[in-house]
Nanobody, 129 residues
Framework: QVQLVESGGGLVQAGGSLRLSCAASGRTFSNYAMGWFRQAPAKDREFVAAISGGGGHTYHSDSVRGRFTISRDNAKNTVYLQMNVLKPEDTAVYYC??????????????????????WGQGTQVTVSS
């Protein structure tokens, strides 16, 4: 398993940007597909984006496509989520997760939290209107 620590959350005005980071320690980082999820109060955890182990394949949910970008730097054992044009409905705790397989797999797999083996503690993102 890998240990994950998120950072970069905070308070931002609508239309602003934030970049979240997730630092991983443990086994070979490139062997893991990575995902970002979010959870707003009283709502289920929602898939945001995923990236393959080598970084060549990404997938973003419809709600963030065109505004958010997932990326990774395997030399630094870090995955990022660049969030632009933030909206109040993006307010949530954001979690990164690792799946012990380098490929993304089918959409149903990469977007399901049950598919991931390790989770970070989360970082709060609050977007004010």
């Amino acid at each position: 398993q890998v240990q994950l620590v998120e950072s970069g959350g905070g308070l931002v005005q609508a239309g602003g940007s934030l970049r979240l980071s997730c630092a991983a320690s443990g086994r070979t980082f490139s062997n893991y597909a990575m995902g970002w999820f979010r959870q707003a109060p009283a709502k289920d955890r929602e898939f945001v984006a995923a990236i393959s182990g080598g970084g060549g394949h990404t997938y973003h949910s419809d709600s963030v496509r065109g505004r958010f970008t997932i990326s990774r730097d395997n030399a630094k054992n870090t995955v990022y989520l660049q969030m632009n044009v933030l909206k109040p409905e993006d307010t949530a705790v954001y979690y990164c997760a690792a799946r012990r397989a380098p490929g993304l797999g089918p959409t149903t797999t990469m977007s399901s939290y049950d598919s991931y083996d390790s989770w970070g503690q989360g970082t709060q993102v609050t977007v004010s209107s």
